[in-house]
């Protein structure tokens, strides 16, 4: 079936670091990917999305490229700031117009001044 | 900015006991969702909800639970009967059309079981 594996966390970085959280997939079909963010507190917002191979989503900094050859969509970012301390979660949507998301554990990011 | 509410943010409840976990979604959306996650694993989808009915739902999602949209704002899970191992996060999400667009979570309800 189809599956969501992330890199295990917690992960703890300095202010102004690079960011790379492993994520890798498994599916039948042609999936959506898709990072989400979730912030103290807060409910899970989508951080950025990718619909097709090779496609890149990016946002607040972030981005991700869809690579179908290695089954991945990494999340990066170039320098990292105390505010991006969240739980990031990594998830796919088997094909479009499916009803559920499949996620990943989750990987906690804690970034000190 | 528009936004999906849950009620209790956390509830403790006794073993054997039912609960209702309560949820507004955005106002014009028309898909439902409940997602739970156990305490250090993944993310998983319990069921959605369109046009008042089940749409799909996983194998979680037995006859201990069930869902409802009892006045045309709240969206509310109920689990009968709780279990040690129901203790959980319970997330609500709503989209304006199926999932491939973007969807809106809440912050959670987390659920112990005692």
């Known amino acids: 079936g189809d599956s969501v594996t992330q890199m295990e966390g917690p992960v703890t970085l300095s202010e102004e670091a690079f960011l790379t959280i492993n994520c890798t997939y498994t599916?039948?079909?042609?999936?959506?990917l898709f990072w989400y963010v979730q912030y103290p507190g807060e409910g899970l917002q989508l951080l950025l999305k990718?619909?097709?191979?090779?496609d890149k989503g990016s946002n607040k900094g972030f981005e991700a490229t869809y690579r179908k050859e290695t089954t991945s969509f990494h999340l990066e970012k170039g320098s990292v700031q105390v505010s991006d301390s969240a739980v990031y979660f990594c998830a796919l949507l088997p094909f479009q117009g499916a009803q559920k998301l499949v996620f990943g554990q989750g990987t906690r990011l804690t970034i000190n001044p | 900015e528009p936004e999906v509410t849950q009620t209790p943010s956390h509830q403790v409840t006794q073993m054997g006991q039912e609960v209702i976990l309560r949820c507004v979604p955005i106002?014009?959306?028309?898909?439902f969702y409940w997602y739970r996650q156990i305490l250090g694993q993944k993310v998983e989808f319990l069921v959605s909800?369109?046009?008042?009915?089940?749409?799909?739902k996983s194998e979680i999602f037995d006859d201990q639970f069930s869902v409802e949209r009892p006045d045309g704002s709240n969206f509310t899970l109920k689990i009968r009967s709780t279990k040690l191992e129901d203790s959980a996060m319970y997330f609500c999400?709503?989209?304006?059309?199926?999932?491939?667009?973007?969807?809106?979570f809440g912050q959670g309800t987390r659920l112990t079981v005692v």
């Open positions: 106002s014009n959306h028309l898909y």
């Open positions: 599916a039948t079909g042609y999936p959506s």
């Open positions: 909800f369109y046009n008042n009915e089940i749409s799909e």
């Open positions: 999400a709503s989209s304006a059309r199926v999932m491939n667009t973007e969807a809106f």
């Open positions: 990718a619909t097709k191979a090779d």
